[in-house]
């Protein structure tokens, strides 16, 4: 820890309140994000910038977030003085990117900087890619109102800052392929009816084809785990941004209707493979005592598919989101008070769904 | 573990497939994973789909090496095809015309029909840009027929207008 890390606010673990039971289509999408990427004028883009520039940048958007009535209580914190686990913590709860926090070796560069309501449902990155990422974050299938708030945040911001505009290219942004509208929205979705009907692929080439594009759980490049996606326009230039949402939600709305009826012809055609995986991924996650990530995710599918399909009673999918969340390596080693090396997390992971599947049972 | 299909490579993925009543589970490299129809990423992402742009034989005549580099921040177009990203906002108007046909390309448009934005001077009147943006909600509000939003609105416009 730094110097100056005890004027930061603490992360804290709460500020989950987005992990809604009633969240909408929330036994098959986990959540809604929308980002919106603005940047000043008179200044370089952020990878061009001096660090002088970055750090005067960071002071601008401090006072801009401060005076946001939307964000109401908000959090900020510059990244460099933030505890290293802290930062993957903030990763884990997928508020930053990558790109914000910095390589492990490295560290952030100068004048990064998060601001975050206090439920941590809205905020913004400062100096990523763009000067500003301004970011919201929902329970479930939510784009719209997701959007609401973000537009308001926006609206906000730029009467406070004068954000570099063109009359024919809209918002500019460091890369191209974010001009324009600057609007990235997404959906983080599980699709296991799909993935063992195997017609994921089938569904999937189909989005691509009309404007959307998808990965895997940690963002680009990057594998399928739990059969968790992430679903977001492809463009955001020449559409509105009502349009740009208007659009992915129809799409994602087919998505659902395709995953139910997956799931309904599993418990049609093959009720007792389905009931034995479901009840063997629960039994495994009840018992085992070592538990890597990714076996945990793919577990905790087979879970998810059986509680929204009704064959097991408990845990709620809120509950096995938030499982998601607080079994990743960060936050097992802030709930140990220790850093974990590989066979620690395992186990610790192991004894922490055990006791979060026996609460969730009794409850 | 070692890919189950190939046996080469190390097993990435974990797929579940459910066929004539059975399961069974394949790890699979990432190659072959993609070749059953269970990529990690696809229809094409923004970056890779500009980068291919830029990189192919239509990016060759867009972005010329030897061209101006921006009055600006200095970078130039090899900069810009090299790393797809601009230096700075004048760099749009440095390279409108190559840019203009980049977009259309990438998005299928070069003009903007979103957000229109006018910046207000950061030493405007504070309650000024307040009233204003509160307006244009307002006017998004009726437009979409959120009445409950609009009444809210308006509440707070009359709150900042009328005079203690
Ligand atoms: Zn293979
Ligand atoms: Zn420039």
């Known amino acids: 820890m730094t110097d100056g890390a005890a004027a930061s606010p603490p992360i804290g673990t709460h500020g989950l309140d987005w992990l809604d039971e009633e969240a909408p289509d929330g036994d098959i999408v986990i959540s809604s994000r929308v980002r919106l990427a603005r940047n000043l004028q008179g200044y370089s883009f952020s990878a061009q910038a001096t660090g002088e520039e970055r750090e005067a940048l960071l002071e601008k958007a401090r006072a801009a977030t401060e005076a946001a009535g939307v964000l109401e209580a908000v959090d900020f914190w510059e990244v460099s003085r933030l505890d290293p686990v802290d930062r993957l913590l903030l990763l884990e709860r997928r508020l930053v990117s990558k790109e914000l926090i910095g390589k492990p070796e490295t560290g952030p560069r100068r004048g990064s900087g998060l601001a975050l309501s206090r439920t941590r449902a809205l905020g913004m990155m400062v100096n990523e890619e763009d000067h500003l990422r301004l970011q919201t974050l929902r329970g479930g299938f939510q784009l719209v109102a997701a959007w609401r708030d973000l537009d308001q945040l926006d609206e906000e911001v730029g009467a406070r800052l004068p954000y570099a505009y063109h009359q024919e290219f809209g918002f500019l942004t460091s890369c191209p392929t974010n001009v324009g509208t600057g609007l990235r929205a997404s959906v983080f979705i599980h699709l296991p009816g799909l993935v063992l009907t195997r017609q994921i692929r089938k569904v999937l080439e189909g989005m691509g084809q009309l404007g959307v594009t998808y990965r895997g759980l940690y963002g680009e490049g990057s594998r399928i785990v739990g059969n968790l996606f992430q679903i977001s326009n492809q463009t955001t230039l020449g559409k509105t941004e009502e349009d740009l949402i208007d659009q992915l939600e129809r799409l994602v709305g087919r998505v659902i209707g395709y995953e139910k009826q997956a799931r309904a012809v599993l418990l049609r055609e093959a009720p007792n493979v389905l009931e034995d995986k479901v009840w063997r991924a629960y039994g495994i996650l009840c018992h085992a005592r070592s538990l890597p990530f990714e076996e945990m995710m793919n577990l905790l599918s087979g879970v998810r598919l059986g509680v929204s399909l009704k064959l097991l009673k408990s845990p709620r999918v809120d509950v096995i989101s938030r499982m998601m969340i607080h079994a990743q390596t960060a936050h097992l080693a802030r709930a140990a008070g220790r850093r974990l090396d590989e066979a620690d997390a395992d186990a610790f992971r192991a004894s922490y769904v055990r006791r979060a599947l026996n609460g969730a049972e009794s409850n | ?164």
């Open chain 2, 1 to 164: 573990m070692d890919c189950e299909n190939c046996g080469e490579r190390k097993a990435k993925i974990t797929l579940t497939e459910i066929e004539n009543n059975e399961m069974r589970t394949l790890n699979l490299c990432t190659t072959c994973a993609t070749l059953k129809g269970v990529s990690a990423g696809g229809g094409s992402a923004p970056m890779a789909d500009l980068l291919a742009h830029l990189g192919g034989s239509t990016g060759d005549t867009l972005f010329d090496e030897a061209g101006e580099a921006c009055e600006y921040c200095g970078t130039g177009a090899g900069d810009f095809r090299k790393s797809g990203r601009l230096g700075c906002p004048q760099c749009y108007a440095q390279f409108d015309r190559q840019l203009r046909a980049l977009l259309r390309r990438v998005h299928g448009s070069s003009q903007h029909m979103g957000k229109v934005y006018v910046s207000t001077a950061p030493d405007a009147d504070p309650e000024q840009v307040r009233l204003s943006t509160l307006r244009r909600r307002l006017e998004r509000a009726v437009e979409i027929e959120d009445f409950e939003s609009a009444a809210d609105l308006r509440d707070a416009i009359h709150a900042l207008t009328e005079v203690p």
